[in-house]
């Protein structure tokens, strides 16, 4: 169940305080959810996630090591996020075919390509320099 920010507050009006950041964290679970319910890849990248941020853990020789490990597992989960909200925005628009919106997808989809480059490259010269 997500907590909405709007439910309490006059219109016109924003949460201030802990009311906004409990709305916040409300709003930022029920995006969590909808992704793992709604996206095959998200979940896809979750449980290659829960290997490879403790197999970074381990892997990793020093503070800066395990963090450079980690951070690009982090950056696809991230990256996944925004690619599918601008595909939930886009669907939202309008179901027929435009440029502008399979142009839209494929750039998310591009930016979710290009952190996993950063993943294995990243693994690769941390990894190969030990």
Not at 12 to 35: D, H, I
Not at 74 to 97: C, F, T, Y
């Amino acid at each position: 169940m997500t907590v909405d920010a709007r439910s309490s507050v006059r219109p016109g009006e924003k949460p201030r305080g802990l009311k906004r950041v409990l709305a916040a964290c409300g709003n930022s679970w029920g995006g969590f959810v909808g992704a793992w319910r709604e996206e095959e890849a998200f979940r896809q990248e979750c449980l290659l996630a829960l290997v490879l941020l403790p197999a970074g853990l381990w892997l990793g020789g020093s503070g800066i090591a395990r963090a450079l490990l980690v951070a690009p597992v982090l950056l696809i989960l991230i990256v996944e996020l925004l690619n599918s909200a601008v595909e939930a925005a886009i669907d939202r628009i309008g179901a027929e075919r435009h440029a502008l919106s399979g142009l839209a997808k494929d750039l998310g989809s591009a930016a979710v390509f290009v952190s996993f480059v950063l993943l294995v490259a990243t693994w690769a010269l941390v990894l190969l320099d030990r």
